[in-house]
């Protein structure tokens, strides 16, 4: 069965460095999601993506965040100057379509920023 | 906001035993869906019910909805020590984000 994928599984970075989380959508997908779970705490929606360009985008997705999808296949989130709040469980998600759908998860980026 | 709230937060039953999880939410939904998390891995959807739908089935899991009072429920019956997990319900306005509720953190006894 078709999976998403997402690399690295785990990332350790330092404050104020620049982190790109990286995925791959099931590839007849054509809705990409983020979301984020810090420790013991709610899945949080960041950001919805179609046909290159942000669908929504929730307050969380602020000017340190952006995404995008550099070739036909890998769909990446990159933080640009971490801070410590930043730390939890990265999930990417595709849909076939925007409709009525089941989103797909991967098994998510565990980001650590120290 | 128009979070999903599940309760119990934890449930610990013995295997065979029926679970029965709790969700609310806050304002109206276009669909509602039912996901497990296994610990440190993924969240896998379970199954979607459309805000028109009153109840739906998937093998050993019975969802129903009730929109006049923004719940639902996920039945899993026959429980195996492989359901240990923890369950979300995630509702969906229809603008291509899902909204997840703190989740119930489901073990099963053998």
């Known amino acids: 069965e078709p999976e998403v994928t997402q690399t690295p599984s785990h990332q350790v970075t330092q404050m104020g460095q620049e982190v790109i989380l990286r995925c791959v959508p099931i590839?007849?997908?054509?809705?990409f999601y983020w979301y984020r779970q810090i420790l013991g705490q709610k899945v949080e929606f960041l950001v919805s993506?179609?046909?290159?360009?942000?669908?929504?985008k929730s307050e969380i997705f602020d000017d340190q965040f952006s995404v995008e999808r550099p070739d036909g296949s890998n769909f990446t989130l990159k933080i640009r100057s971490t801070k410590l709040e930043d730390s939890a469980m990265y999930f990417c998600?595709?849909?076939?379509?925007?409709?009525?759908?089941?989103?797909?998860f991967g098994d998510g980026t565990r980001l650590s920023i120290l | 906001s128009q979070q999903g709230e599940e309760d119990p937060q934890a449930l610990s039953i013995q295997e065979g035993e029926n679970a029965t999880m709790n969700c609310s939410y806050k304002?109206?939904?276009?669909?509602l869906q039912w996901y497990r998390q296994n610990s440190g891995r993924g969240l896998v959807h379970l199954i979607l019910?459309?805000?028109?739908?009153r109840e739906k089935h998937s093998g050993r899991l019975r969802v129903t909805l009730d929109t006049s009072k923004k719940s639902s429920s996920l039945l899993i019956t026959a429980s195996r020590a492989a359901d240990t997990a923890s369950y979300f319900c995630?509702?969906?306005?229809?603008?291509?984000?899902?909204?997840f509720g703190q989740g119930t953190r489901l073990t099963i006894n053998p």
């Open positions: 998600a595709s849909s076939a379509t925007g409709g009525i759908q089941p989103q797909h």
């Open positions: 590839s007849n997908h054509l809705y």
């Open positions: 993506f179609y046909n290159n360009e942000i669908s929504e």
């Open positions: 304002t109206s939904i276009n669909n």
């Open positions: 019910i459309r805000s028109n739908e």
């Open positions: 995630a509702t969906d306005s229809g603008a291509q984000k899902l909204v």
